[in-house]
């Protein structure tokens, strides 16, 4: 029973909660415009108990958006480390609207059948660091976010700044995401170092058409992944709306993306890069990278579509669209 559980207002950056319209059941660690906090505790656990939300999420019978375990909103200078993290009824760890925002040596555990258990999302946030943690959940390990549609586009404000390295797990999902929220733009993005058992999907940058927002500046290299369904995808036509008033001409923007350095094992396909007909995806840039399939030697090949960009040292050898002759200046630098 929630009927006592205090709620509080949908983010302006997303316009209503993210499952339901309305309010949203408010994070059992929430803190609004704090500043020089620690959190922190010799590795000692934090449990969610969210089996009981999860099971309302089955049954249908939320009337609110469930509650983050950590939700830091216009906070800054902020310390998250040697904690775990277990069964957060949603998204884990969301600083929103933050800047200087550090989490290091976290451990972060939900069932792989559990709905929506991001690991940690930082959402309109900039200066943001996240290091040294292990994240095993039943959604996406780290998901860069900035926003909804109309209400993320009106609000305007974007991520930036984000490194993410030395990163382990696991999950049905996205094992490093950008997206699918992203309407206030996402840039000067930097993952290294990460480590993906059985993923869904091992590197995924999606969004929609009527998110608008920028997409662009984002690095990932040194990323090792054993077992996933698809190796690396971009795609424009990822994430639900939150009502039908967003503007169907507000494309969003993707450019110079560089992946360096991935080698994967067990992949079942290699990369899918999908982009929009009318905003084609633009500085795809690819090096190094090598994504095998379960049975020597074939991997199902790349598909792509409304997509250009480079790629060097690539197998199984991209799409045409990335072949190495076409705009080899925008990716020279990183290559
Ligand atoms: C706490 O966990 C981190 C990894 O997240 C580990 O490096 C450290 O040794 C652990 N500390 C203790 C006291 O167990
Ligand atoms: C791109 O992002 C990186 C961080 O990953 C940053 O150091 C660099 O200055 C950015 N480049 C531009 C042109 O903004």
């Known amino acids: ?9 949908p983010l302006p950056s997303y316009g209503r909660g993210r499952e339901l319209p309305g309010g949203r059941y408010m994070s059992f660690i929430h803190g609004d415009e704090v500043h020089d906090v620690i959190i922190t505790g010799e590795n000692g656990t934090i449990d969610g108990q969210g089996d009981v939300w999860w099971n309302m999420w089955r049954q249908r019978t939320l009337q609110f958006t469930r509650p983050n375990l950590i939700e830091l909103v216009n906070s800054r200078n902020i310390i998250i480390s040697n904690v775990v993290f277990r069964n957060s009824p949603f998204w884990n760890v969301h600083p929103v609207y933050c800047s200087n925002v550090v989490v290091r040596y976290v451990t972060i555990l939900a069932p792989h059948d559990s709905p929506n258990t991001d690991g940690i999302d930082p959402d309109s946030s900039s200066n943001v660091c996240i290091e040294d943690s292990y994240i095993s959940t039943g959604d996406d390990l780290v998901a860069v976010k900035s926003g909804w549609d109309q209400y993320g586009i009106a609000y305007g404000r974007r991520s930036s700044g984000i490194t993410i390295r030395r990163v382990t797990g696991s999950s049905p999902f996205a094992g490093i995401a950008i997206g699918s929220e992203t309407s206030g733009g996402v840039q000067n993005v930097l993952a290294e170092h990460i480590n993906l058992y059985n993923t869904g999907v091992g590197i995924h940058i ?9 997409i662009r500046n984002i690095t990932i290299n040194n990323v ?20 039908d008033r967003f503007n169907p001409n507000a494309l969003p923007v993707v450019k110079d993306i560089k992946i360096k350095d991935v080698w994967g094992v067990g992949v079942l396909q290699a990369g899918l890069i999908r982009g929009l007909r009318d905003s084609p995806f633009t500085g795809i840039c690819l090096s190094n990278v090598h994504l095998r399939g379960m ?3 074939r991997t199902p090949p790349w598909q792509c579509s409304d997509v250009l960009g480079a790629s060097v040292q690539v197998s199984p050898w991209p799409c045409a669209q990335l072949s190495s002759t076409q705009q080899r200046g925008s990716c020279s630098d990183h290559f």
Not at 224 to 243: C, L, Q, T
């Open 295 to 297: 049975t020597e030697p």
């Open 1 to 9: 029973d929630t009927s006592g559980w205090p709620l509080i207002a």
């Open 224 to 243: 090792y992944m054993e077992n996933a369904r698809k190796g690396i995808k971009i795609s424009g036509d990822v994430g639900d709306h939150p009502d």
């Open 206 to 214: 999606k969004t929609n058409i009527g998110r608008g927002g920028i």
